[in-house]
């Protein structure tokens, strides 16, 4: 009887084991499922996030028939090639013409920038890509935006802005401190802007439209990028 009370009471335990086992890797899933990216076969969490400006029924800024969505994803789709060629993880807050704001009803554009933090906040750095539009057409090159206060988003800005600097004019020869930009400025990791020309200037736009200098433009910021994650890592 004694050894039979025994072996009960260790199928009991095992069968603790088993659920306590069970729910630790339930909750482990349940925790990491939202930060966790699949690439090659192995999970990882993201160190880089790429946010393609704007999307879906947000076009962002248009020069004629040029929407800066269009601009924004095709380059964002070449750094994230470049990342994945260098082994640098990553994850896009969007990879087509979508914008993450759910259905057409008020609020719509803040829903987009809350599910965009979200994605944003899960990486160690974040880097959204625009290009400009202004009223006056003789406006052009590049600028980087930067949370004003962060000196870690300042130097990731910087990185990025002296890549920038070879092979697009600048618009402004340093990165701008922000303070009224909501991503910039409610992130949890470094962040920075980058307005890559301008469409309403012909030159820029001319740029803008070109294949080889949209994908000079990713190897600019992926190099800034990398220079910056040196520091760090
Ligand atoms: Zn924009």
Redesign the pocket.
């Known amino acids: 009887m004694g050894r039979v009370r025994v072996l009960l009471i260790s199928k009991k335990m095992l069968f603790i084991i088993l659920v306590v086992i069970n729910v630790i890797f339930f909750l482990a899933w349940f925790n990491l499922k939202d930060v966790e990216t699949t690439f090659s076969g192995t999970v990882y969490r993201p160190i880089v996030v790429i946010d393609p400006?704007?999307g879906g029924v947000d076009s962002?800024?248009v020069f004629e028939n040029i929407m800066?969505k269009d601009i924004?994803l095709d380059i964002s789709l070449h750094i994230r090639d470049l990342l994945q060629k260098k082994d640098i993880p990553f994850v896009l807050t969007r990879e087509s013409d979508i914008d993450l704001g759910g259905e057409l009803t008020k609020g719509r554009h803040k829903r987009d920038l809350l599910a965009r933090r979200q994605i944003i906040n899960q990486g160690k750095i974040a880097v959204s890509i625009?290009?400009?539009t202004i009223d006056d057409h003789r406006e052009e090159g590049a600028v980087v935006f930067y949370a004003e206060g962060s000196k870690e988003g300042e130097k990731l800005a910087t990185s990025i802005l002296n890549e920038l600097g070879k092979i697009q004019k600048l618009n402004y020869h340093q990165p701008i401190p922000r303070s009224n930009l909501f991503l910039l400025r409610t992130s949890t990791p470094p962040m920075v802007l980058v307005?890559l020309g301008f469409i309403s200037n012909k030159e820029d736009r001319v740029k803008l439209l070109n294949s080889d200098f949209r994908k000079k433009c990713a190897q600019a910021i992926v190099q800034g990028i990398q220079v910056y994650l040196e520091t760090i890592i």
């Open positions: 400006g704007h962002g800024a800066e924004t625009h290009v400009n307005e």
